[in-house]
Protein backbone atom coordinates (compact mmCIF):
# COMPACT_ATOMS: atom_id res chain seq x y z
CA UNK A 1 0.00 0.00 0.00
CA UNK A 2 1.12 3.49 -0.18
CA UNK A 3 0.60 6.38 2.00
CA UNK A 4 -1.80 8.16 -0.39
CA UNK A 5 -3.96 5.07 0.41
CA UNK A 6 -3.24 4.85 3.77
CA UNK A 7 -1.45 1.68 3.16
CA UNK A 8 -4.67 0.12 2.70
CA UNK A 9 -3.21 -3.10 0.61
CA UNK A 10 -0.85 -3.30 3.44
CA UNK A 11 -3.19 -3.96 6.45
CA UNK A 12 -6.09 -5.89 3.52
CA UNK A 13 -3.38 -8.23 2.80
CA UNK A 14 -2.92 -8.86 7.11
CA UNK A 15 -6.78 -9.51 7.11
CA UNK A 16 -6.96 -12.00 4.20
CA UNK A 17 -3.92 -14.27 5.51
CA UNK A 18 -5.91 -14.50 9.03
CA UNK A 19 -8.39 -17.28 10.33
CA UNK A 20 -10.90 -16.50 13.39
CA UNK A 21 -11.00 -19.29 15.59
CA UNK A 22 -13.18 -18.72 18.71
CA UNK A 23 -11.96 -15.37 19.91
CA UNK A 24 -8.49 -15.49 18.23
CA UNK A 25 -7.23 -14.08 15.55
CA UNK A 26 -4.43 -16.55 13.88
CA UNK A 27 -2.46 -15.35 10.96
CA UNK A 28 -0.85 -18.07 8.62
CA UNK A 29 2.09 -18.57 10.76
CA UNK A 30 0.29 -19.82 13.97
CA UNK A 31 0.37 -16.40 15.62
CA UNK A 32 -2.37 -14.55 17.66
CA UNK A 33 -2.39 -11.40 16.42
CA UNK A 34 -5.42 -10.07 17.76
CA UNK A 35 -8.17 -11.17 20.39
CA UNK A 36 -11.75 -10.00 20.10
CA UNK A 37 -13.57 -11.79 23.51
CA UNK A 38 -14.81 -10.21 26.51
CA UNK A 39 -11.68 -8.46 28.08
CA UNK A 40 -12.79 -9.49 31.79
CA UNK A 41 -11.83 -13.51 31.06
CA UNK A 42 -9.51 -14.76 33.64
CA UNK A 43 -7.86 -17.64 31.55
CA UNK A 44 -7.50 -18.78 28.21
CA UNK A 45 -6.55 -21.70 26.66
CA UNK A 46 -4.17 -21.39 24.12
CA UNK A 47 -4.58 -23.97 21.03
CA UNK A 48 -1.49 -26.66 20.49
CA UNK A 49 -0.80 -25.48 16.76
CA UNK A 50 -0.40 -21.77 17.61
CA UNK A 51 3.11 -20.82 17.07
CA UNK A 52 3.18 -17.55 19.29
CA UNK A 53 1.05 -14.59 20.36
CA UNK A 54 1.70 -10.38 18.95
CA UNK A 55 2.74 -8.39 22.17
CA UNK A 56 -0.08 -6.52 23.44
CA UNK A 57 -2.71 -9.34 22.30
CA UNK A 58 -4.48 -9.59 26.02
CA UNK A 59 -3.65 -6.04 27.15
CA UNK A 60 -6.79 -5.11 27.85
CA UNK A 61 -7.45 -8.48 30.15
CA UNK A 62 -6.60 -7.16 33.21
CA UNK A 63 -7.46 -10.04 35.16
CA UNK A 64 -5.43 -12.53 33.15
CA UNK A 65 -2.02 -13.17 35.17
Known amino acids: GSRENGYVAYYA ?4 NASIIG ?5 D ?3 IIKYIGDANIEEII ?3 YIKGIDE ?3 SECTKIT
Do not use: A, T
Open 13 to 16: EEVI
Open 23 to 27: DLIVD
Open 29 to 31: HGV
Open 46 to 48: IPE
Open 56 to 58: GVF
